[in-house]
């Protein structure tokens, strides 16, 4: 193989049988980045962002834009034996010398010597030749196969060779010359294949740089970015010629993409009559099951059509539609079919389905659970100025719809049923929202219940599961958490911030508990629930790049947050503003000094907490002392009001005064008086602060 050229475009494909469409666009990136570090790690310069990355149905495909050659020839240091012990008395080399040397492929006499800090070493020095790129990138390919993530891979034929599934072609460029090996059992060469209907037949690549222009003349848009963005784009044209607007889900989107080689959109309807159906159960329907896509009209509601992406361009498109539409509607039919009957069993008449339904194992049924939560619902909507009533009987009802046809026929629609069958029922709306809310929010920026009886019942039902599980000592770990415990502390933290619930976590918890039998929790067990909610809302502020030391400054200083989530998180934000004014390192470390004296004074003895004026002589205590006073009265509104950002950011102004105390003043005067006298003062200073927080944290 010629090497006449510094740099050429490698590309390497694999070419499978369909792979799984919601696991395509993790495995590009998986695949590609770890090529990319493999080539970064080697030393391999190359055009980063030049290269390309290519994925579909039947392919995984990199195309590294102007790859050099071979690595860059380095130098080589490798330490020996001190000279001390590498010669013996008459100069002659110890076995430790001549040892090294051999080691290293050299004599002893072609071992240089350096200086250190113990004495001259033997030192051996060469320039390493770097290796081709041809000799590295084979190992480089396989070893980013084999850390894709795959849960389980599968053998087939005869082979030996593990994959997501069965590998048929491998291509393996540099330039235009196939790179000499064999992965996954398959030998390298420059064939791919286009699309499996439309262009079957074996392609010959010429060049890395040809490969996707040759695969988009055989049906095949290599790139996932461009064939979503052709979807995207065809999609909103069909839903636009119906009037309405194409609802285009992340991750449906993405699965379409993933599914398809050559995307051709085609619209569909179906009967009016279903229209009288939940939309969300004919969106399940059509999404989840179909991967269509559906629309909608200016007010966001459901209109009777449908678009769906095919994998071929037909001759005959109608009947590829009548075919998706003949499929859909007896779909469409169950829906509307399990709807109609539920709507004949009131909701409250389910209830008694929930005994026969075990929630956890220790912890009752879901109809046990559902008495809890409309209690706690009950206690919260007390202490949030809701409706108990209200939040009783939607906590009595928040799982009947389980049990119901619709939802045991589409998991999704657990709580949307129910708000149906609700309001059908004659339930008031607040109550009937509730179902809905209660599983609000379900991710990541989902939004959380807007209604006060919404709240009480999702923070009852996510608390009550907490509290269970953890007081019968079952924990979650990163890989197990089967009651979804860490996304329901979460969610407790959101709703009380995001609506500004001035509810104490600690008594919650302790009523919950409460409400279980006697001798169902252990009583040492389910009090780390609260530690458990401390430890999200710790890990919520460092997402939102909020420091463990602005967290700790709060959580140190008080009894673990005294239960007042939205108090806490007031502190919090008014560190982290305080963090960053020009005042802050220096009050800060003025206060972990302060801290310091403070401490060390009080072994054996207790500070006084008042200052006598006529013992303050130095100009620069007078000062402070004018100043604590000042602010005292200046703050206690701010403090009172729980604006502790305008607090923090008053004190700011005493930078001046105790940094003029601590260059001017002594304070372990040795007049005792004196010297307790300045203890006191500082034992102000640092109460004034920490009312909101111990800065004293922000410094190490």
């Avoid at 929010?441 to 209604?451: E, I, L, N, R, S």
Wanted: hydrophobic share 45%; charged share 25%; net charge neutral.
């Amino acid at each position: 193989m010629s090497h006449d050229l510094l740099t050429n475009d490698f590309l390497v494909e694999i070419g499978t049988e369909e792979l799984p469409p919601k696991a395509l666009k993790e495995l590009l990136k998986s695949f590609s980045s770890a090529i990319y570090r493999e080539l970064d790690a080697a030393g391999l310069a190359y055009d980063k962002a030049g290269s390309r990355i290519f994925a579909s149905p039947r392919r995984l495909a990199v195309r590294v834009v102007a790859l050099a050659s071979c690595q860059p020839d380095r130098a080589v240091e490798k330490l020996g034996p001190f000279v001390a012990q590498a010669f013996a008395a008459d100069g002659q080399p110890t076995p430790a010398a001549a040892g090294f040397a051999k080691s290293n492929g050299v004599t002893v006499e072609q071992l240089e010597r350096v200086p250190s800090d113990k004495g001259e070493r033997l030192v051996f020095r060469a320039m390493e030749k770097g290796r081709t790129v041809i000799e590295l990138l084979p190992a480089m390919v396989e070893k980013a196969l084999h850390e894709l993530p795959i849960p389980k891979r599968m053998r087939w034929g005869s082979r030996r060779a593990e994959f997501v599934r069965p590998v048929h072609w491998l291509v393996m460029l540099y330039g235009s010359e196939v790179i000499d090996c064999e992965i996954l059992e398959q030998k390298a060469g420059r064939i791919t294949r286009g699309h499996r209907f439309h262009a079957d037949g074996e392609l010959g690549i010429a060049a890395p740089a040809d490969y996707a222009e040759l695969l988009r003349n055989h049906y095949v848009e290599p790139c996932f970015k461009m064939r979503r963005e052709k979807i995207v784009a065809q999609v909103e044209k069909l839903a636009a010629g119906l009037g309405g607007k194409a609802v285009i889900g992340r991750d449906l989107l993405d699965e379409v993409t993933a599914l398809v080689e050559w995307p051709v959109a085609l619209a569909g309807n179906f009967e009016r009559r279903f229209l009288e159906v939940p939309q969300e159960a004919l969106i399940s329907s059509m999404s989840e099951h179909q991967k269509y896509f559906h629309v909608v009209d200016a007010a966001g509601k459901l209109m009777p059509h449908f678009i769906t992406v095919s994998n071929i361009e037909s001759k005959e498109p109608a009947k590829v539609i009548d075919g998706n539409e003949r499929v859909i509607r007896p779909r469409l039919t169950d829906a509307a079919f399990f709807f109609n009957t539920d709507l004949k069993t009131k909701l409250a008449d389910r209830r008694d389905k929930l005994k026969t339904i075990v929630f956890q194992a220790e912890l009752g049924t879901l109809h046990d659970k559902s008495e809890r939560v409309a209690r706690l619902a009950a206690h919260i909507a007390g202490k949030i100025g809701g409706n108990t009533g209200w939040a009783t009987r939607a906590g009595e009802l928040c799982k009947c719809d389980l049990v119901s046809n619709m939802v045991q026929e589409f998991d999704s629609m657990q709580g949307i049923a129910g708000s149906y069958y609700a309001r059908h029922d004659g339930e008031p709306d607040e109550v009937a929202e509730a179902m809905r809310a209660q599983y609000l929010p379900k991710f990541a920026g989902d939004a959380v219940p807007q209604t006060l009886t919404g709240c009480a019942v999702a923070l009852a039902d996510r608390l009550d599961t907490l509290v269970g599980i953890f007081g019968i000592g079952q924990t979650a770990t990163g890989s197990k958490d089967p009651f979804a415990l860490r996304r329901a502390a979460i969610g407790v933290i959101n709703i009380i911030l995001q609506k500004h619930l001035d509810l104490n976590i600690t008594h919650l918890v302790t009523y919950a508990a409460g409400l279980y039998p006697d001798g169902v929790l252990k009583k040492e067990k389910w009090p780390q629930s609260i530690s458990y909610i401390d430890g999200r809302l710790k890990a919520i502020y460092e997402d939102e790049g909020i420091g463990a030391e602005v967290f700790n400054s709060v959580a140190n200083n008080l009894p673990r947050f005294i239960g007042l989530i939205i108090d806490f998180d007031a502190r919090v934000k008014a560190v982290q503003h305080f963090s960053g004014l020009p005042e802050a390192a220096n009050l800060a470390a003025a206060n972990k000094r302060v801290s310091n004296i403070l401490s060390k004074s009080a072994e054996g003895a207790t500070i006084a907490t008042s200052v006598d004026s006529a013992l303050l002589q130095e100009p620069a205590e007078q000062q402070l002392a004018a100043a604590l006073a000042e602010k005292t009265a200046v703050v206690a509104p701010l403090f009172a009001s729980r604006d502790y950002t305008a607090t923090l950011a008053a004190l700011a102004d005493l930078r001046e005064p105790v940094d003029a105390f601590f260059d001017k003043v002594m304070v372990m005067a040795e007049d005792e008086k004196l010297r307790n006298n300045r203890l006191a003062l500082l034992a102000q200073l640092q109460a004034l602060f920490l009312q909101v927080a111990d800065i004293s944290q922000l410094v190490p």
